[in-house]
C-alpha cells in the first residue's frame, strides 16, 4: 500500500498497472528450462523460433543478435531473448558456432535436462529457459520489444531473485513433481514479467517502443489514460493535458518514444480490444462497433480489416500473422 502522499510511488504504481494491463493481453508458454555447461572455447548458434531467457550462474559470455550488434555479459545478469530472431552467444573469440538444437536433440532427456559443449577451459555456467509469446491477438506488442533484454547484476534489478527462481524451476524440472509441467510454466510467467518490470526501470525511456515508454513518467500517464478509457474520444490535446505537455510537445515526445502517434496508438489499442470481443461466440459486428466507439459497423469493419487484414466477422475462425 502507498501512501497517499507518495507522488513517486503513486507513479510508480501507474506504469506498473498500465505494464499489468498490456501483458494481460499476451499469454506464455514454457517449454523447457535447462543448465548449460560451456568451456573455452565455445559458441553457439540460436535458430529462429522460440525466445530464450539466461541466467548467468558462472563466467561470461558475449550475445551476438540477429543485427550483429555485440553485448558482453557477466556474472548474474539476466538475459531475455524475447522475439526468437536467432542469436549467437560465445566465449567472444571462438567463431565456430555449434547448433543448440542439435546439442539438446543429443544431450537432453527426461532424466538429465542439461547441455554441455567447449573445449575444456575457462567455464560458463548458465540455466536456461525456452518459451513462445502467445500473442495471436497483438503481435505488434511482441514485435516492439528488442532483440535482446539485458538486466546486468550491477543494476541491483536481479536482488537474488533470478538464481531463486531458476533454481526453483530447475527442481521442478529435474524432480518432476504432480503439477510440474504448470508450476515450470507459471514460474516462467514471473520470470519474463519480473525481466521486463526490471528493463522499464532500467531504461527510463531509453529504447523506443510501448514498454521503453512506460519509462518515461509523462507519456506513461497518457497510455494510461488511453488504456484506462480506450473507448473514448481522445484527442491529442485531451492526452497532452493528461501528459502536463504541450500538444506539439507531447505529440512529438510521444511518436519518439512508442513510435507511433498518439491517436494511431490509441485506434491500434481499441481494435485490438474489439477483436477480443469479435472473438466471443455470440458477438455481433454492429454492437461490438458500437461498444468500442464507432458511429457505423461500415466503419468500423473498414478500420478493422485494415488492422488485421481480415473482416470482422471472420475474426473467431481466422490467425492473425505479425504485422
Given at each position: 500500500m502507498h501512501a497517499p502522499s507518495s507522488k513517486n510511488a503513486i507513479m510508480l504504481a501507474s506504469r506498473v498497472d498500465l505494464l499489468s494491463q498490456i501483458l494481460a493481453m499476451v499469454s506464455l508458454h514454457g517449454e523447457i528450462v535447462f543448465t548449460v555447461e560451456l568451456s573455452q572455447p565455445w559458441a553457439l548458434r540460436f535458430h529462429p523460433g522460440a525466445a530464450y531467457f539466461f541466467i548467468v550462474l558462472e563466467g561470461s559470455l558475449t550475445v551476438v543478435n540477429d543485427q550483429g550488434h555485440a553485448l558482453q555479459v557477466a556474472t548474474g545478469d539476466l538475459i531475455m531473448l524475447p522475439r526468437g530472431l536467432g542469436h549467437g552467444l560465445s566465449d567472444g573469440e571462438c567463431a565456430t558456432e555449434a547448433d543448440l538444437a542439435a546439442l539438446m536433440a543429443a544431450q537432453v532427456t527426461a532424466e538429465k535436462l542439461n547441455v554441455s559443449h567447449g573445449g575444456g577451459g575457462q567455464q560458463t555456467k548458465l540455466i536456461a529457459g525456452a518459451f513462445r509469446f502467445e500473442s495471436a491477438s497483438v503481435p505488434w506488442l511482441v514485435s516492439a520489444l528488442p532483440s535482446v533484454i539485458h538486466i546486468p547484476k550491477a543494476s541491483g534489478e536481479t536482488a537474488g531473485w533470478a538464481e531463486g527462481l531458476g533454481y526453483f524451476m530447475m527442481k521442478?524440472?529435474?524432480?518432476v513433481y504432480p503439477g510440474a509441467s504448470i508450476m515450470i510454466s507459471r514460474l516462467i510467467d514471473v520470470l519474463v514479467i519480473s525481466i521486463l518490470r526490471s528493463w522499464v526501470r532500467i531504461e527510463r525511456g531509453g529504447n523506443v517502443g510501448w514498454l521503453g515508454a512506460l519509462g518515461d513518467a509523462r507519456i506513461s500517464r497518457s497510455l494510461k489514460a488511453i488504456h484506462?478509457?480506450?473507448y473514448r474520444r481522445w484527442t491529442v490535446l485531451d492526452l497532452a493535458r493528461v501528459a502536463g505537455l504541450s500538444r506539439s510537445g507531447f505529440a512529438a515526445r510521444f511518436t519518439a518514444l512508442v513510435k507511433e502517434a498518439p491517436l494511431s496508438y490509441h485506434s491500434r489499442w481499441r481494435l485490438t480490444l474489439a477483436l477480443g470481443l469479435m472473438?466471443?461466440?455470440?458477438?455481433?459486428?454492429?454492437?461490438?462497433?458500437r461498444?468500442?466507439?464507432?458511429d457505423s459497423e461500415a466503419a468500423f469493419s473498414r478500420?478493422?480489416?485494415?488492422q488485421f487484414g481480415f473482416a470482422p466477422m471472420n475474426a473467431k475462425s481466422t490467425t492473425i500473422q505479425d504485422r
Open positions: 521442478e524440472a529435474q524432480e484506462d478509457e480506450p472473438r466471443q461466440p455470440d458477438a455481433k459486428v454492429g454492437s461490438v462497433a461498444q468500442v466507439g464507432y478500420a478493422f480489416k485494415a
